[in-house]
């Protein structure tokens, strides 16, 4: 734990000298969910029922900004090559990094997502499962997104690939996530749906970090 500790102190300080990376995915959330009232006119029924639905979609764009720099820095400087070495399985130091990404880029949407509701007069009885939704659907996100980070380690344009890589993937997730939010505005209860959100959870946190490190060492070797 100390090690995995230290590996997320030092990704979340490196994160804060460069606040810029994080700044820029929250004002990136920001602008794109601002923009789709431009695209179906101010209507506020037809925004309120959209709303759940442009909150997930602007945050699954905004969190691929910076999935790139994942594991690059690292890889370019040499430290990937030194944790490869580290006593600390290589799982633990994907699980790490991922983490301090979702805290540095996830946590902010999470945040931010109740703001976008007001700008889309959502009911203030799909708040609490927005927001709910978004804390079990972020991570899996970033876990995911270690994968397509992995995989595209030292390739040309790696940034374009992350995304048709991940997409896919994180569909599930976007799913369970709209559905409980529409559930919860309909009277019904969301709570089936956040549980299966919560499976993706528990399922990617295994999991993710296995395939990401198989594909680091592939890309190391």
């Known amino acids: 734990m100390k ?64 999935l790139e720099r994942l594991f690059l820095a690292d890889y370019e400087d040499g430290s990937l090559e030194l944790m490869m070495l580290a006593p600390l399985p290589l799982e633990a130091v994907v699980l790490a990094k991922a983490l301090a990404h979702w805290l540095t880029s996830g946590l902010p949407l999470v945040l931010a997502a109740p703001v976008i509701g007001l700008i889309y007069n959502i009911d203030q009885t799909g708040y609490l499962p927005l927001v ?9 996100l970033s876990l995911l997104g270690a994968i397509g980070a992995a995989l595209t380690l030292g390739a040309r344009r790696g940034g374009i690939l992350i995304p048709l890589l991940i997409l896919p993937l994180a569909i599930p997730v976007l799913i369970f996530g ?33 395939a990401a490190a198989a594909a680091l060492r592939q890309s190391l070797e």
């Open 178 to 210: 709209i559905l409980g939010v529409e559930a919860a505005l309909g009277g019904f209860a969301a709570r089936p749906f956040l549980l299966l959100q919560g499976a993706l959870l528990l399922a990617a946190l295994p999991l993710a970090p296995i």
């Open 3 to 66: 090690a995995f500790s230290q590996i997320l102190s030092r990704d979340l300080r490196l994160a804060l000298r460069q606040r810029g990376d994080a700044a820029m995915v929250l004002l990136f959330f920001i602008l794109i969910a601002s923009l789709f009232p431009f695209g179906v006119g101010p209507e506020p029924k037809l925004l309120a029922r959209i709303g759940a639905g442009v909150v997930w979609v602007s945050a699954l764009l905004a969190m691929l900004l910076s």
């Open 132 to 140: 709910t939704a978004l804390l079990l659907g972020t991570p899996p």
